[in-house]
């Protein structure tokens, strides 16, 4: 289902002769500028806002037609970020200009959605050597003129499954650690050597010296790599990079196939892919969201934590535990549910969280989500009968017994646990049965 959002733009992004005028529209007022200046690093930008662009308009599952969905840019205090999904939702690509890379003031902060049409694809491909790359975030008129005519009002489609997916992929991603760092060099020569770009397998990366050697059997140390021909939007920016860095979590002998994220470092920017699990598997059904989003306390939680961040480009956790009284891990759960509703991140590479704001009301994830909508009805219907760290379920004419590890991790006896192991969050009957708990206990 989609989520039509209408956006207004002054005009269409286009290279002038003064360099790149990109248009942005939302933010706190209509069509702020949180942003003017020039990119120090032109054509390393040029080509992370390229890549960043291919992968919302590919679909790596089922190729079709080009998504042409819009990337969402996001100015706080010295940074600009970049963001999409793919159409299939199964790799999130972000470019973040850091302080380094900006010759400007940011005068503002804001969310939008950034106007990369094909005009615009064409020049920045053009943007080269020392060609000076000015950018101007967010004019403030609402009258759009195009070489062809003006157009006052614009609607873009914005799908309910990229709010699922940054739900998901900021929480996914809080729990990776940096797992290898290999020379631009040699990310180039392993580049070359992936499978091709159709290919459907899952590998594994394993650091060795320099670089990465790639096998078919997790191992503790390595990094999955699903459908490895998705990394292809890097290699545009792989001329501009210093490093190449891989991120994930703790792997060991026989593990499934877990997501990763592979960056690229230039200095003054970094772009990033976050892979999912398996190239048919889109983010916005992970369900690694969903313990932060049955949570009850946790919402009040939410509130007082979203009314004290700042658009820093950091979120220092313990800061905001002093601000708002609260201890640690409270603030990490209320941001991990302010996140289901878009508005913070994750950043792997500084191991922090990030604001932004998405055109989403906080509700419409929860909304969205079948698997809490069951589970909500399940407990409000008294189908849960617990029974210490066991209980069961009595749901479809059904009973289903819930049983609860020593790991805190929950196992089921219905087909969907049967089918994805607890590799894609909980299913409703053991979700249900954690909201009847007190307190609410973590789910795997």
């Not at 313990?318 to 289901?340: F, I, M, S």
Request: glycine share 10%.
């Amino acid at each position: 289902m989609n989520a039509v959002q209408t956006y207004r733009y002054l005009q269409p992004s286009a290279l002038r002769a003064a360099g790149l005028d990109l248009q942005t529209c939302g933010g706190p007022a209509a069509n702020p500028r949180f942003f003017a200046g020039f990119l120090t690093a032109p054509a390393a930008a040029a080509a992370g806002l390229l890549a960043v662009a291919e992968v919302a308009r590919t679909r790596y599952h089922q190729p079709v037609n080009p998504a042409s969905l819009d990337p969402v840019v996001t100015g706080s205090r010295g940074r600009l970020r970049f963001e999409s999904f793919s159409g299939c939702c199964g790799v999130y690509a972000r470019m973040d200009v850091l302080p380094a890379g900006l010759d400007g003031e940011i005068s503002g902060h804001g969310t939008t959605n950034v106007d990369v049409n094909p005009p615009l694809r064409e020049a920045l491909a053009r943007v080269g050597g020392i060609e000076p790359l000015h950018v101007a975030v967010g004019p403030d008129d609402l009258t759009v003129s195009t070489m062809d005519g003006s157009v006052v009002e614009r609607k873009v489609p914005l799908p309910g499954r990229w709010l699922r997916g940054f739900a998901e992929v900021h929480v996914l991603t809080a729990g990776f650690e940096p797992r290898a760092e290999i020379p631009a060099t040699e990310a180039a020569a392993f580049l070359r050597r992936l499978p091709a770009a159709n290919d459907r397998s899952v590998l594994w990366a394993v650091p060795a010296g320099r670089t990465l050697r790639l096998t078919s059997r997790p191992a503790p140390g390595a990094v999955c790599l699903a459908g490895a021909g998705r990394l292809a939007a890097l290699r545009g920016v792989l001329r501009h990079a210093r490093t190449l860095r891989v991120y994930g979590p703790a792997v060991r002998a026989g593990s499934p196939a877990v997501p990763s994220t592979w960056e690229l470092d230039t200095g003054a920017l970094r772009v990033s892919l976050t892979l999912s699990p398996e190239p048919y598997r889109g983010f916005s059904g992970e369900g690694a969201a969903l313990a932060a989003l049955a949570g009850d306390d946790v919402v009040d939680d939410a509130e007082l934590v979203g009314a004290l961040l700042n658009w820093d480009p950091t979120i220092d956790v313990a800061a905001l535990a002093d601000a708002a009284a609260l201890p640690d891990e409270r603030v990490r759960a209320a941001l991990a549910q302010l996140g289901t509703a878009g508005r913070v991140g994750y950043d792997v590479a500084d191991g922090a969280y990030f604001h932004r704001v998405m055109p989403y009301d906080v509700g419409r994830a929860e909304r969205d989500n079948p698997r809490l909508l069951g589970a909500r009805a399940l407990v409000e219907r008294g189908a849960v009968e617990r029974d210490g760290e066991d209980a069961t379920v009595r749901a479809d004419a059904e009973t289903y017994r819930v049983r609860r590890h020593p790991d805190g991790a929950y196992s089921c006896t219905c087909r969907w646990w049967a089918r994805h192991r607890g590799q894609r969050g909980p299913c409703r009957h053991a979700l249900a049965v954690s909201m009847v708990a007190a307190p609410v206990e973590a789910l795997s």
